[in-house]
């Protein structure tokens, strides 16, 4: 509660310097004179831009059938409220039905690799359908890390020819055939 008294004046104003969300309420000016009494009432709602106040990086690689858990942190007043949508290439996007600041995929697998995206919006107080500022949102690229198995082309004595042009982000496994009598000429010949 706070209380400003002016005396002697047929005007007055009050600022309220660097008005937060703490300042929310309503805020009442009296005045009085030997004629009489008015009293006036001012709702006041200060809004806090909705911002991001911790979430994941974009590009999640996960190994199948690990637990993937996608961070969107949002703050602002009207407190904000979030949505989750799930698109893959080539589809509508889907609402889910995660709410929080978190989504959680238990098992990862390749029906789950795609782009979620975190919106949030806050809404008035006291008119839910409207939106109270513009909303905001972040998407994460979720896709299942996948060994490239080189093992077909790699099978030669020395191992020779086994590369990774470098065209695939996924890590490199290769396996090679080296017989005891390669490996030795192999080891003599260096």
């Excluded at 706070?2 to 703490?22: D, P």
Aim: aromatic share 8%.
């Amino acid at each position: 509660v706070r209380t400003q008294t002016i005396s002697g004046t047929s005007s007055s104003e009050l600022v309220v310097q660097n008005a937060g969300s703490n300042d929310n309420g309503t805020f009442v000016c009296q005045a009085q004179n030997s004629a009489g009494a008015s009293r006036a009432e001012v709702n006041v709602l200060v809004m806090e831009k909705l911002h991001f106040v911790n979430f994941s990086r974009s590009g999640i690689v996960s190994a199948a059938g690990e637990r993937v858990v996608l961070n969107c942190q949002v703050a602002g007043y009207p407190t904000p409220t979030l949505s989750w949508y799930f698109t893959q290439p080539g589809r509508a996007s889907v609402k889910r039905s995660e709410t929080g600041p978190t989504y959680t995929i238990e098992t990862m697998q390749q029906a789950n690799e795609g782009n979620y995206t975190c919106v949030a919006e806050s809404m008035m107080p006291c008119c839910p359908q409207k939106t109270a500022q513009p909303s905001i949102s972040t998407s994460f690229i979720v896709t299942i890390e996948s060994p490239k198995d080189l093992s077909g082309d790699c099978k030669t004595d020395t191992g020779a020819g086994c590369f990774d042009d470098g065209s695939s982000a996924a890590p490199l496994k290769v396996t090679t055939s080296l017989t005891i009598g390669a490996l030795m000429a192999f080891l003599f010949f260096f």
